[in-house]
């Protein structure tokens, strides 16, 4: 009972620090980065006053669409976006939030969001003065939607299938994001490596990764017989281990890939895109497949699932678990640097990357079925769609509410999730 409680609350206060540790700050500022449709808007003027008014300094957004303001100290300011030097056919969405009150902490840099869109996307209204319905918005978003949707689900499909052959909830899932997304950066930026070719190194050491996490670390720790609550402690360690090297080694800014990252706009009916967010899906979702199909089709995709339904039996029958189990790994790794290759490409590359969609990755795979990997592309898909149809009743900084309270609803109604299985309790 006392190593219980050692445990958990061990649990506690280590999941209590992931979830609230913010980058190291090098005194108080405000920042953000102004993008279109995932492009970045530069040129556009912000200015920012203390909350009587008082000017403290104006800026420009870079070539990224990154802008940054250091404040005098902790406290209230006042942050205006200047619509008159918005570039044509990028308007804001909300025009009664161009001014914002953002309050500053001791040693924080506090990140101003200022949702942009084409003209005639304003909240409200069933028409614009441009032409533009509620039903090209909402085929905008769901377009959008899906994008966001099988990013996450690349992610969540290595989560689930490593759940469920192991039952270990990770929490250094989202630093397999990160890592494949700053192998690609590495790569294509510093080495002068075309994208494609960065992605395709990217993917190969994220799976060799995986393989070594497992064979070195993960495999040890469950020969020694640690319980499945104290691995999850130590995934949390080992995610803040992660995730700090990853902040000494690449810096705390945020940074794009060189290929593809200002492409014009593609009209296809009421959807606008750049051509690289089509090429992204077609990959994820050709991914997606191939791997779904390989879990039931291929002899390994068997032995898994013979695996994730019972190790023991799965094991008596002549299955070599381990060997399964890094299996599983590799491609989980694979397949979230991957994910992490084109989350970098969407919203460029950051050492937090990983951790901040590691929620959404929980969702989408809690919301599909805890260790189902088709499950959790369908969780995913739907964490997608409501993240970005929720904006068209709310602002763009509570986006991910809409997800999460259909997360509460399914979890209510179904435990087991969209695709899972009930079990029986006791």
Not at 148 to 154: E, M, P, S
Not at 323 to 329: D, F, L, M
Not at 400 to 421: E, K, N
Request: with cysteine; proline share 4%.
């Amino acid at each position: 009972m006392r190593r219980a409680v050692i445990a958990f609350t061990a649990f506690l206060g280590g999941l209590v620090f992931l979830l609230s540790s913010p980058a190291w700050a090098d005194g108080e500022a405000l920042k953000g980065t102004l993008q279109n449709q995932g492009q970045p808007v530069n040129g556009v003027k912000i200015s920012v006053a203390t909350e009587d008014g008082k000017p403290v300094a104006e800026v420009a957004s870079g070539a990224d669409g990154k802008w940054e303001v250091p404040v005098p100290k902790a406290g209230k300011y006042k942050v205006t976006l200047d619509q008159k030097t918005l570039p044509a056919g990028v308007a804001l969405k909300f025009k009664n939030r161009a001014t914002l009150d953002v309050q500053v902490f001791d040693g924080s840099q506090r990140n101003v969001l200022f949702a942009l869109g084409p003209p005639g996307q304003q909240a409200g209204g069933g028409q614009s003065a441009s032409g533009t319905s509620i039903w090209e918005r909402v085929a905008q978003l769901t377009f959008e939607g899906f994008n966001l949707g099988l990013i996450i689900a690349l992610a969540a499909m290595g989560l689930s299938l490593v759940f469920g052959t192991t039952g270990l909830t990770n929490f250094a899932h989202g630093e397999l994001l990160t890592f494949g997304a700053m192998c690609a950066y590495f790569f294509n930026v510093v080495a002068g490596v075309p994208l494609i070719l960065a992605a395709i190194i990217a993917v190969v050491l994220g799976g060799a990764f995986g393989y070594l996490q497992d064979q070195f670390f993960w495999n040890r720790l469950r020969r020694r017989g640690s319980s499945l609550i104290a691995m999850m402690i130590i995934s949390i360690g080992l995610a803040l281990l992660l995730r700090y090297v990853f902040l000494f080694l690449f810096g705390g800014e945020s940074a794009a890939y060189l290929d593809y990252n200002a492409q014009p706009g593609v009209q296809l009916g009421p959807i606008s895109a750049a051509p690289k967010n089509f090429w992204a899906m077609g990959i994820e979702l050709a991914v997606l497949v191939v791997v779904g199909v390989a879990l039931l089709k291929t002899r390994t995709g068997k032995a898994a699932r013979a695996v994730a339904d019972n190790p023991a039996l799965a094991s008596s029958s002549g299955i070599d678990v381990e060997r399964v189990i890094r299996i599983i790994w590799t491609v989980g790794g694979a397949v979230a640097a991957l994910a992490g290759v084109m989350l970098g490409l969407a919203q460029n590359v950051n050492y937090q990357m990983g951790f901040q969609i590691l929620l959404l990755v929980f969702a989408g795979v809690t919301l599909g079925g805890l260790g189902t990997a088709f499950g959790a592309l369908v969780g995913s898909i739907v964490v997608g769609l409501f993240i970005q149809l929720s904006t068209l009743v709310v602002p763009t900084e509570l986006k991910t509410v809409g997800a999460l309270m259909v997360l509460i609803l399914v979890m209510l109604f179904r435990p087991q999730g969209i695709l899972g299985r009930r079990e029986r309790i006791g």
